[in-house]
């Protein structure tokens, strides 16, 4: 059974950070893109940053670029966003995405990832 496990979201104030984690569970052990996407109310789901499991460059939407930072543990399974400097407009319900197909982490649009987590809420007042 696949599950990714969003935790970390909180309210915070601006110029604050947050861990957001995402934990698999179920994955065969190969190369997987990861994604952690965003979307507040009214607004179409965004892209924020991604990674291939195991290495490889990261990917960062130019809205987050120089504020977030991913990164990930192999042998939790976990991959984490670090937020920083964080912004109203950061806030939303921010979401994990996998998906086997690794090539071209970066460029891998939201229907490209087969598996999602709940999601977890990020406020910033």
């Known amino acids: 059974h696949v599950q990714l496990v969003e935790s970390g979201g909180a309210s915070v104030q601006a110029g604050g950070s947050l861990t957001l984690s995402c934990e698999a569970a179920?994955?065969?052990?190969?190369?997987?893109?990861v994604g952690w996407f965003r979307q507040a109310p009214g607004k179409e789901r965004e892209k924020v940053a991604a990674?291939?499991?195991?290495?490889?460059?990261?990917y960062y939407a130019d809205s987050v670029k120089g504020r977030f930072t991913i990164s990930q543990d192999a042998a939790k399974d976990t991959v984490y966003l670090q937020m920083d400097s964080l912004k109203p407009e950061d806030t939303a319900m921010y979401y994990c995405?996998?998906?086997?197909?690794?090539?071209?982490?970066?460029?891998?649009?939201?229907?490209?990832?087969?598996?999602w987590g709940q999601g977890t809420q990020v406020t910033v007042s």
């Open positions: 990674v291939v499991t195991g290495g490889g460059s990261a």
């Open positions: 179920g994955f065969v052990p190969t190369k997987r893109c």
């Open positions: 995405a996998a998906a086997y197909f690794y090539n071209l982490c970066g460029s891998l649009k939201a229907s490209g990832f087969r598996y």
